[in-house]
């Protein structure tokens, strides 16, 4: 019995130094979760703000996007109406054109017919007193004219009514 007591001691002991052994164990085991624990945490505090931080950068893209979307709209509507200004200036401008080129196709019409009408002038001049004809010249009649004359140049003037009318004759004038 003795010697079951001594075993029974000794496996007591045995028990105990495992207790303490497991009781080390858990200790250490404790401080672990606590460490591990208070690292979570510290980790998921990081995570959080680094979600935080992400969503804040998300709506200031969003924010970003939607002003970037309303540019996109105003400047397609510009380019709209740009291109409806150039698509009626170039309908205009080809409307001119087309006038243009009607002017210009009358005026070299005029220009042949004129260069026509030229060479046929320089084949067949026309005579002298067609091309320069004399201005044609009203006088007085004959007794008004040697009455004129006698004035101008006092009583040495000798021509008579008689001389005055042929002087007119011969010109071609006659007497009204």
Known sequence: MQADVGWVEQELNEVRGDCRVLKEERDEARADYALLLESSTAVADNLREDIRQLRSQLEAERADRAQLE?????????L?????DR??????????????????????????STRKE???LKENPPPATAQNPAA?????DAADLLNQLKKANGKKFTASLQDVEKILESLGVEES
Not at 70 to 78: C, K, S
Not at 136 to 140: D, F, G, S
């Open 70 to 78: 309303t540019q996109l709209a105003e400047l397609q509507a510009q």
């Open 80 to 84: 709209a109406t740009l291109t409806a």
């Open 87 to 112: 698509a009626a200036s170039q309908a205009e401008l080809r409307s001119q054109l087309a006038a243009e080129r009607t002017s210009r196709q009358q005026l070299q019409t005029e220009l042949a």
């Open 118 to 120: 030229l060479a046929k």
């Open 136 to 140: 044609e010249v009203k006088l007085p």
